[in-house]
């Protein structure tokens, strides 16, 4: 709370017994960035034509430490959702994990962004994390490298999905008929 992340770590000390340490960092230390929660204002909200209880949304999605799995459809005005208690905690040259996968129903293409500069948009070069090479319903995974040079602090991951077809680095705000944005 606060602008901290609470890590728990369990550590066996030679006697055989565990040993409970709760570790916390401040969210601005050195070399910590954090995805997904209390970003800079000012990020543009993305459209559909089409609400997303169609079927054509986000249901699994993990980031690093972070996992939203069986979502479905959120819901939302414009089958748009932020989560600001959403976090994970990421270091700039590090490497971590990301999937996703839409409904079981219609294919859909993806797009990551993550705003390394912490600017409020998702414009600037490498920003654009993921695209998946083909649109369905399959899980989709890759690794994503964290530049040395990304602005330390909060900041902002966005997925999008699009039905039947894939999405590129400049439909970060794009209106698509169908899909979902969280």
Do not use: H, K
Request: glycine share 12%; proline share 4%; net charge negative.
């Amino acid at each position: 709370t606060g602008g901290q992340v609470l890590v728990i770590m369990t550590i066996t000390n030679t006697g055989g017994s565990d040993l409970t340490y709760n570790l916390s960092f401040s969210a601005f230390d050195p070399g910590i960035l954090l995805c997904a929660s209390q970003p800079p204002a000012g990020y543009c909200i993305p459209t559909y034509s089409s609400a997303c209880s169609s079927d054509d949304y986000i249901e699994n999605f993990n980031f690093n430490t972070f996992s939203r799995l069986n979502s479905g459809c959120n819901g939302q005005a414009n089958n748009y959702i932020y989560d600001p208690a959403v976090v994970t905690a990421v270091i700039q040259g590090g490497s971590y994990p990301l999937s996703m996968q839409g409904g079981a129903s219609y294919d859909q293409g993806f797009g990551v962004w993550i705003d390394y500069n912490r600017d409020g948009d998702f414009a600037d070069a490498g920003e654009f994390v993921y695209a998946s090479p083909v649109d369905g319903t399959q899980l989709f995974s890759t690794t994503i490298a964290i530049p040395a040079g990304a602005v330390s602090g909060q900041t902002r991951l966005r997925v999008r999905c699009r039905y039947n077809n894939t999405v590129t680095s400049g439909q970060y705000c794009t209106n698509f008929s169908y899909g979902e944005t969280e």
